[in-house]
């Protein structure tokens, strides 16, 4: 008995849909969050493209909460936290959702916040209108004033009172990730 082929599944983040770019997946499933849809105004061309990936069997499921959970964490970890919306996190944790069934997650969006968290959770993503991240960050907050660093946000320093900023504590170079990686259809 030979083992069982992974399914590719297209997940479809806000940024995907709001391109106005025709989406061809044919060759997976296609999936967003309720969250995703209720970013999506009624009327217009990006509804429209809305109702055509609807039709092209566009599934509607919500993440575990363990799921969300797990990109809770990771986001805290990566300094993301603050970056994301709970519509992000509702991307990340079903694309987890999707690979822990044994399936091919890969997230379709433009928000790098999004790629970085999915680079680190080993889940493919792909941009629809601009080019994906070539680097992993790791942010922290740091005090403008007496430069006290933070690992969450805090946008006042407790130590002086001053403002905080973001900064990147860690960069790392990504090894040619879209070498061998299918694009989308336009």
Known sequence: MSPKKKTKIYILDTSAI???????LDDGEILTTTGVTKEISPGGKDYFLYQVLLEKKLIIQSPTKDSIKKVDGVSLQTGDSSRLSY??????????????EGNKPVIITDDYSIQNIAYTLKIEYIGINQQEITRKFKWIYQCRGCGKKFKQNISTCPVCGDKTKCIIFKMRTLKNKNDSKKKLKQ
Do not use: F
């Not at 709001?18 to 061809?24: C, D, E, F, P, T």
């Not at 519509?87 to 822990?100: P, S, T």
């Open 18 to 24: 709001l391109s106005g770019k025709s989406i061809n």
């Open 87 to 100: 519509v992000d996190k509702e991307i990340l944790a079903l694309a987890l959702d999707v690979k822990n």
